[in-house]
């Protein structure tokens, strides 16, 4: 006689099984945190992602349910979280010219990208999560553009692998030829901006020229992120009519994250959310995503990261030093520098 099983005892068995996954993802959002404040230059985000990498290799199979869950649903929700960050006064703030500056940098550097990547002969799915981590803002980029695309999973791991690594280097690099140039502390914040990839690591390469120009560099930042979801959204378009024909689930013209995202921005810009709940918002935002960071961190092979190899590495460092000069040079247009 057949049996049927309890609806609760398999919802019990799921949430179980989760368990093993979520206990990993706060220790190692723990670890990150205290390592970030022992040494600040190193951002949670950052951090997160290392400890991934290193912890990847040596965990149970057991916890790949709760991290892939953690991933996925954390980096959406710190994603949305992250609009509540900029305002459009913030915005109207930098100046029309600096405004273009930014669009101008983010087109340029996602465009040639994408042709250095055929250029180079690196797959069409690695080259567009380097042009959009490398052109927007790093991993929560990609992860968005991800949703609108059939990409492999080792394509997006090995895409945050590499923002991790030459956004690092541009940790040091940045205040250190700035300087070789003469850039004062506005001119190297608004730099920093528009040429480093992850939110954190602007913050650490602006934090050498003071407290002016971290502020000037966060606001610019902010202001490619925005330009996340025009471009998801055109990628988007172009996806759908690629998978027009053929069956399956289409992708979303625009995930509901990047749409929330916009909403939170406009929310943040009626000037009616009180200061201590938006630093709430921004310390969620920060512990949201780097849980995610760390399980997507999990997911990168040094080995394979290697094995794409010569290719993807150079595309990630062609891709760096195209936003650091495309963004000089838009600065220069505008009269910053």
Known sequence: MATTSDPGTERGRRIGGLVPGLLLVVAGTAVSWAVTSVVPAVGA???AVVLGVLAGP?????AQPGLQWVTRRFLRAGVVLLGLQLGLDQLTGLGTAVVLAVVGTVLVTFAGTLLL???LGV??????????GFSICGASAIAAMDSVTDSDREDVATGIGLVTLYGSAAIA?????GTGAGLGP???GAWAGLSVHEVAQVVAAASPAGAAAVSVAVVVKLTRVVLLAPIVAGVGLVERRRSGGSAGRRPPLVPLFVLGFLAMAAVRSTGLVPGPVLELAQGTTTLLLAAALFGLGTGVRVGGL???GRRGLALGALSTLLVGLAGY?????????
């Open 45 to 47: 985000l950052t951090a």
């Open 58 to 62: 040596r965990l149970p199979g057991p």
């Open 117 to 119: 990547g055929r250029l």
């Open 123 to 132: 797959s069409r799915g690695l080259t567009l999560m380097i042009a959009t």
């Open 173 to 177: 690099a940045v205040p250190l030829v």
């Open 186 to 188: 506005h001119a190297l």
């Open 306 to 308: 290697l094995r794409t």
């Open 329 to 337: 040079g838009a600065l220069a247009v505008a009269g910053v520098v």
